[in-house]
C-alpha cells in the first residue's frame, strides 16, 4: 500500500484535476462517474462513495438501490485520451449494509475465482493472455423498427471500395480474407494501431505485438502481456475502452463485436492461460504430449467437459454464434492438439521453455466480459484437476478437411446462444464451488441473456425476404 500512495503523490503532482471512477457492470459494460480531485481523500479507499445500483444492468432493484463504490489504489492510472488532466480508478462495489463484496460485481467474482485457486491447494497464481481483435469502420448505420430492419458498415480500407469514385482512390485494399499481415498501405491502420499501443502503455498496459488481422475493412489485434486473472480482466478493459477512443479521436469507430461482416472472418478472443505455484509453470512437463503435465491435461479435460456452459460467458452474445459456425475457420470442435488451430484447445509450440507452456481456449470472444469468462474458464479448468478428467486423445490433423462420416464422432459447441444458456441452466454447479459465482448470479445472468436471444429471435432477418417473399 506504501508504493501504491507513493505512485498516487507522484500522480497528483502532474496535475490531475479530476478523478474519474470506474466500475464493470454484469455484462461486461464500463461504467463511471467523476469527481474534482479537492474531493480525493483517505477516506475514498476505506469508506468507498455511494452510487445508485438500480441503475446499473444486471444489479440491484429500486428498493435497494444504495451501493458504494471503493478504489482499488493499485488500479490508478492517467487517462492519455482525456484532457483536463484525468486520473483513474477501478472500483470494487461493495453492499452498504454488509460492506462485503457485491455478489454481482464482476471483478469481485475474478477476486473470489483467484482465491478459490489458492485455497485448493492446486495453484497459487494463473496468468492469463487474451488475443483480442476488434474491427476499425469509417461508419456504421443501423435501425430496428416494426416496419424495417438493416445495418451498414463500411471502411476506406474494405475491400467493396475497390470501384469507388473517391478521389483519388488509390487501391491497395485487403482483400477478402487477405489481412493477415502486410505492410502498408494495404494495411492502412498501423499508424493508428501504433497510436493504440501508445496509450496503453501510457495506462501502464504492458503489450507485447500488434498486427492487422486476417479480414479486410481494419480487423486488428493488439497482443497484451500475460498477466494474473483479476489484473487481465481490468487490463481488457482498459484495452476495449483504449482501443475505442483513440478510434474515435481519429474520426473512426471501433467495435469488438464477433461477426459485423457476412463472408470474412470474425473476431475472437483465444485465451492462454496457465497454473503456477512457488515459481513453476504446472503445466510443463518434458516427457508429456506437447510437454504438457497431467495436470494440464485434467485442466483441459475440464475445459472440454463444460465448454457449452462456458459459452454462455465466453461468447456470450446472438452475434457470437455467427463466427462459431461448423465448416468454417471457427473453433468449433471439442478436442485438443499441439499447433492445430482447428481444434477448440490449441497447445502452442512456438518454445520449449518451461515457463511459455500454455494452453489457448479459442471459442472466447471480445464480446464477453473478461472477469467473468476469465473465471468461468479457470473453475472449469480446476474441476478438471480435482475429478481427473480424461480430455482424450489429441487430433493432430486438420479437422476442417474431415469427411462428414469422420467427424460425427467428434463433439461441437453449441450452435446458438439459446444452446447455450440451456447448457449453463444444466451445468454450473463447478461455478458456485467456493462461492465463485453465485446462484443470482447465474439466474440474473441467463434472465438477461434469454431476453438478448428472444428478442432476435422474434424478429424477421432481411435475408428472410430474399428467400421468402416471393413464396
Known amino acids: 500500500m506504501l508504493k501504491s500512495k507513493e505512485k498516487l503523490v507522484r500522480a497528483l503532482e502532474k496535475g490531475v484535476q479530476v478523478v474519474d471512477l470506474r466500475f464493470t457492470d454484469l455484462l461486461g459494460g464500463w461504467q463511471h462517474f467523476s469527481i474534482p480531485v479537492e474531493e480525493l481523500s483517505e477516506e475514498l479507499f476505506t469508506e468507498g462513495i455511494g452510487f445508485d445500483g438500480s441503475s446499473i444492468v444486471g444489479f440491484q432493484e429500486i428498493h435497494e438501490s444504495d451501493m458504494i463504490l471503493v478504489p482499488d489504489m493499485e488500479t490508478m492510472f492517467i487517462d492519455p485520451l482525456l484532457s483536463p488532466t484525468t486520473l483513474v480508478f477501478i472500483c470494487d462495489v461493495v453492499d452498504p449494509i454488509t460492506r462485503q463484496p457485491y455478489s454481482r460485481d464482476p471483478r469481485a467474482i475474478a477476486k473470489k475465482a483467484e482465491k478459490y485457486l489458492r485455497e485448493s491447494g492446486i495453484a497459487d497464481i494463473s496468468f492469463w493472455g487474451p488475443e483480442v481483435e476488434f474491427f476499425i469502420f469509417s461508419n456504421v448505420h443501423y435501425q430496428n423498427e416494426a416496419h424495417r430492419c438493416f445495418y451498414e458498415v463500411d471502411s476506406e480500407e474494405g475491400i467493396w471500395n475497390s470501384a469507388t469514385n473517391s478521389s483519388p482512390n488509390l487501391g491497395h485494399r485487403p482483400r477478402f480474407k487477405g489481412g493477415y499481415f502486410p505492410t502498408p498501405p494495404i494495411d492502412r491502420f498501423q499508424e493508428l494501431r501504433s497510436k493504440m499501443v501508445k496509450n496503453l502503455l501510457a495506462c501502464g498496459i504492458r503489450v507485447e505485438a500488434h498486427h492487422h488481422e486476417v479480414a479486410t475493412a481494419g480487423q486488428g489485434e493488439i497482443d497484451l502481456r500475460y498477466a494474473p486473472l483479476t489484473k487481465m480482466g481490468d487490463n481488457v478493459m482498459i484495452y476495449k475502452y483504449v482501443v475505442k477512443n483513440t478510434a474515435h479521436q481519429y474520426g473512426l469507430t471501433a467495435t469488438f463485436m464477433p461477426k459485423p461482416l457476412f463472408g470474412d472472418n470474425a473476431s475472437g478472443m483465444h485465451t492462454h492461460q496457465s497454473l503456477w505455484k512457488e515459481g513453476q509453470n504446472l503445466f510443463f512437463s518434458p516427457n508429456g504430449y506437447a510437454y504438457l503435465s497431467q495436470l494440464a491435461l485434467w485442466y483441459i479435460g475440464g475445459l472440454l467437459k463444460h465448454a457449452p456452459a462456458l459459452l454462455s460467458f465466453c461468447a456470450p452474445t446472438t452475434n457470437s454464434y455467427r463466427r462459431l459456425v461448423p465448416g ?38 471480445p464480446s464477453a466480459n473478461p472477469y467473468l469468462a476469465f473465471a468461468a ?28 462420416d469422420e467427424t460425427r464422432e467428434i463433439k461441437s459447441l453449441p450452435s446458438s446462444l439459446h444452446d447455450a444458456l440451456k447448457a449453463l441452466e444444466e451445468d454450473h454447479e463447478f461455478l458456485l464451488r467456493g462461492g465463485v459465482f453465485t446462484e443470482d448470479v447465474i439466474d440474473k445472468w441467463l434472465e438477461l441473456k434469454w431476453k438478448e436471444a428472444d428478442e432476435v429471435a422474434l424478429r424477421p432477418h432481411p435475408y428472410e425476404f430474399y428467400l421468402y417473399y416471393s413464396v
Open 377 to 404: 474458464m479457470l473453475m472449469a479448468g480446476i474441476d478438471g484437476i480435482i475429478n481427473q478428467i480424461d480430455p482424450g486423445e489429441p487430433y493432430d490433423i486438420d479437422l476442417y478437411k474431415l469427411a462428414p
Open 328 to 365: 468454417y475457420e471457427a473453433p468449433v470442435n471439442l478436442v485438443y492438439s499441439q499447433r492445430n488451430r482447428s481444434a477448440c484447445i490449441r497447445i502452442p509450440m512456438y518454445s520449449a521453455n518451461p515457463s511459455a507452456k500454455r494452453i489457448e481456449f479459442r471459442p472466447p470472444d
